[in-house]
């Protein structure tokens, strides 16, 4: 499955944004779909997964009660809103998938478990 993501953008503290990750090549429904995020100088983190039904969802602690992740499986599209944004949010934003559709009560993934990555879209939070 090839991936693209995109929807990144300057935006001001609290302020808000919605990425959008496009799948192409595969059966989209079979698939966990994940966002990572990478800041400057840091090691690529995981805010959000999503399994491949929609009914499972884990959220990071540093972006929970503010981001939420979705998807529509008719469009081949996930989705990452994100409101009341944060200079720390600043990051290039990737999407992942998993060819998997088992349902989870929490999953925490690292980045070596999925195969699939989107090119990634940038997010800057600055007034």
């Known amino acids: 499955v090839q991936l693209q993501a995109s929807g990144g953008g300057l935006v001001q503290p609290g302020g808000s944004l919605r990425l959008s990750c496009a799948a192409a090549g595969g059966t989209f429904s079979n698939y966990a779909i994940t966002w990572f995020r990478q800041a400057p100088g840091k090691e690529r983190e995981f805010a959000a997964i999503i399994s491949a039904s929609g009914e499972s969802i884990t959220y990071a602690d540093s972006v929970k009660y503010r981001f939420t992740i979705s998807r529509e499986n008719t469009k081949n599209t996930a989705y990452l809103q994100m409101n009341y944004l944060k200079p720390e949010d600043t990051a290039v934003y990737y999407c992942?998938?998993?060819?998997?559709?088992?349902?989870?009560?929490?999953?925490?993934?690292?980045?070596?478990?999925?195969?699939?990555w989107g090119q990634g879209t940038l997010v800057t939070v600055s007034s």
């Open positions: 992942a998938a998993d060819p998997q559709t088992t349902e989870f009560v929490v999953w925490y993934p690292e980045v070596d478990e999925f195969d699939y």
